[in-house]
């Protein structure tokens, strides 16, 4: 097999020569080499040799639609000696965007007017834990003075166990709020007698009537229900004292701790003023029970519809939950709508209570002390806790920024990549957060970052996907001595040496910088050289030492050479005279390259079982006289690639006893040959003709394809040879 080219080469070049070997040297001039190849997934890949370390900004173009992305793996050529090596992905870039705003793009403050005491406080947490699973809220603004902390680290010992505080929190809500359900009994049969009692007489004179009329046990049963009465009246009044004194846990309470526990960290803001709710106490206090009209409010509404102004252009908010007393409602509505946002009341009650200071800013040993008095039996309303996950909302938006990216993503990775985005949203705690990026790489080596920003009012999709087939030349620096080096080359000229032990094959690419003329060459065993002409290619190649012992021919493999450019560097090989070298060259095409392969590839070889020899011919000739030819067709190559002949051509009959023995023995045996390429099978051939004491020059291999036959030697269905004279 490693022989098999040293047959091609010495049937068609003449020469000979030695080459003198010494170090790779790189012009003083070039400081930079971009070498172009695919890696094992088909990926473009670009490699950058430097005498010295410089920023990528000056190796890529500003303008450039791909992105080059640093990787680990290592160029298909090292660098020489000195030089540093940097690797990159070729990637393209795709951005799908879609507005986080549907209808108005303006910031939308959804209202709760609440209740703040009493049975609404369960459907208010209800109406909240809804909003947030559905859209995507930004942050919740209460109206508590804010000059309270928000700070959560009072409630660290929380996090020992989430659950059970959420479960309290939950139980305490639920109870309080359904206190308000009770009723003091009425006294029936009994309450005419108590109609005007005003004092300790007063009742007196009405037990000696009941006593008169019903006898003792009516005097127990009114008794009774006078005591049930008075203490569902002290359960009202103690509500409402603790209600007074922030030991009270209302929907905000609830929904403020448990957005916190379940990783929402959601922001919650205090926008009332403390002046003004001082001076709205004393208000009240002066005017003794009397109803407060809904202009009284508005010093207070005006500061909370600055501050929900303020908070929302602060943060980028672009949808905020806003929870008020039902009274301030409509003032409030009015007031942030001239401001020019969208406002949506998401809940509306009538009620004209005042809201104290919210137990958990207020009354932390309270809130705290609480996960201690929750019974065992008590089962959370799973309707009443939020879920970990993206509003309803978002995830919409991104399945369908996610559906539009195809065919860019392929389509059954989509469920994945949304799984993976969800789960880094949900472990990264983005609720708080206007502005993110979630990168997810899949299994095809693409990039999907998702992206939120809220001052664009933009979610975006950014695809930066694997690139199979791409020209670099005008992404790269103008001043960067480049071309094109697919791996595939690469593997194929380490194919090649091995069939030619005294040959050096050295591949030859032309830069693609339109300002340079420039010949590029790399062999084998990754050395690299680089000159302005053929001849000074040549001198360095031949005065380079070889990993592979001394060689004399180089053959030269051009690639991407037109014809024109082919047919010059030929002249200029004819002129390199040498005593000891003999200098070829070999254009090539795809096919070219499929059949240069497929011979030393066993699976693209069908051989005969057995041989076809054809008759024996004789040909004259000036100086040998009479030669006896015969051919066998010995295989085909897969994929039309052709038929594989060997001739033998001989002065006298030993050649044909040879032959006729060796046919019998060795390519009619279906053993022999299994599992063999054809460059191993020539291989053998030429060992046993060398002992029968024949020279190889009496063998030749020929392809015929569709019923031409071409000299594999002189002309391989297109790989030219030129030699030097």
């Not at 009770?182 to 009994?190: D, E, H, V």
């Not at 929907?251 to 001082?278: C, N, W």
Request: proline fraction near 4%.
């Amino acid at each position: 097999m490693k022989n098999f080219l040293v047959l091609i080469v010495l049937c068609l070049i003449i020469g000979s020569g030695f080459a003198h070997s010494e170090n790779v040297t790189v012009p003083e001039s070039e400081k930079v080499r971009a070498f172009q190849w695919k890696n094992s997934f088909g990926n473009e890949m670009l490699t950058i040799h430097t005498k010295e370390k410089i920023h990528h900004n000056e190796l890529f173009s500003n303008k450039s639609e791909y992105k080059f992305k640093p990787t680990t793996e290592k160029g298909p050529l090292p660098p020489p000696s000195g030089w540093m090596e940097e690797t990159f992905q070729v990637l393209r870039t795709e951005v799908k965007t879609k507005q986080l705003l549907n209808q108005s793009n303006r910031p939308v403050v959804y209202i709760v007017g609440e209740s703040h005491l009493g049975p609404v406080q369960k459907t208010v947490t209800q109406v909240l834990v809804t909003l947030i699973n559905e859209k995507e809220i930004d942050a919740v603004l209460l109206e508590q003075p804010d000059n309270l902390n928000f700070g959560l680290d009072r409630y660290a010992e929380f996090n020992n166990n989430p659950d059970k505080a959420i479960a309290s929190m939950q139980f305490q809500l639920i109870n309080q709020a359904d206190a308000f359900n009770i009723k003091p009994k009425s006294l029936g049969k009994y309450s005419e007698y108590f109609t005007n009692v005003k004092s300790e007489e007063d009742v007196m004179m009405a037990l000696t009537q009941i006593n008169s009329k019903f006898g003792e046990k009516g005097i127990k049963e009114a008794m009774s229900l006078i005591q049930s009465r008075l203490d569902s009246i002290e359960k009202l009044e103690k509500l409402e004292t603790d209600y007074n004194s922030s030991r009270y846990i209302s929907a905000s309470d609830y929904l403020y701790i448990m957005t916190q526990l379940k990783g929402l960290r959601l922001p919650f803001h205090a926008i009332e003023s403390v002046e003004e709710r001082d001076k709205f106490q004393k208000i009240i206090d002066s005017n003794k029970g009397k109803e407060i009209s809904k202009r009284e409010l508005l010093p207070r509404d005006r500061y909370m519809a600055k501050q929900t102004d303020s908070l929302i252009r602060k943060n980028g908010y672009l949808q905020v939950i806003l929870i008020c007393g039902a009274y301030h409602t409509e003032n409030l509505q009015n007031l942030i709508q001239e401001m020019g946002y969208e406002v949506k009341v998401a809940y509306q009650v009538e009620d004209k209570k005042f809201k104290p200071r919210m137990a958990v800013l207020d009354n932390p040993n309270y809130v705290l002390g609480l996960i201690n008095n929750t019974p065992k039996s008590f089962v959370p309303d799973a309707a009443l806790i939020l879920n970990n996950k993206p509003s309803m909302e978002l995830e919409k938006q991104v399945r369908d920024l996610v559906n539009s990216a195809s065919p860019a993503l392929d389509s059954g990775q989509n469920p994945k990549l949304m799984n993976e985005f969800f789960n880094q949203y949900s472990s990264q705690s983005l609720r708080n957060k206007p502005t993110w990026d979630l990168p997810v790489t899949l299994e095809n080596g693409s990039v999907a970052i998702l992206r939120k920003d809220n001052n664009k009012n933009q979610l975006s999709l950014q695809i930066e996907a694997p690139v199979n087939e791409v020209n670099l030349s005008k992404s790269i620096q103008p001043n960067i001595s480049q071309f094109n080096l697919a791996k595939e080359d690469y593997e194929h000229l380490k194919d090649l040496q091995k069939l030619c032990d005294s040959c050096k094959i050295v591949t030859v690419l032309r830069s693609k910088n339109i300002e340079m003329d420039r010949l590029f060459a790399f062999d084998s065993f990754g050395k690299g050289f680089s000159a302005n002409s053929t001849h000074e290619l040549i001198q360095k190649i031949a005065n380079a030492t070889n990993s592979n012992g001394p060689f004399n021919k180089l053959i030269f493999d051009l690639k991407d050479f037109t014809d024109l450019k082919a047919a010059a560097f030929k002249t200029a090989i004819r002129k390199e005279k040498s005593d000891k070298l003999i200098i070829g060259a070999m254009p090539r095409s795809e096919k070219q390259i499929a059949q240069l392969r497929a011979i030393t590839d066993h699976n693209s070889i069908a051989w005969n079982h057995p041989p076809t020899l054809s008759p024996i011919t004789t040909i004259k000739t000036g100086n040998q006289g009479v030669l006896h030819k015969f051919t066998v067709l010995v295989a085909t190559l897969t994929e039309g690639l052709g038929k594989i002949l060997i001739t033998y051509t001989s002065p006298n009959n030993k050649v044909m006893n040879f032959v006729h023995s060796y046919v019998t023995s060795r390519l009619s045996s279906p053993n022999s040959l299994q599992g063999k390429s054809l460059a191993e099978v020539i291989h053998d051939s030429k060992m046993a003709l060398k002992k029968a004491g024949l020279a190889e020059d009496n063998l030749r291999i020929t392809i015929e394809t569709e019923g031409v036959s071409s000299d594999f030697v002189n002309n391989l269905n297109g790989w030219k040879y030129y030699a030097s004279k």
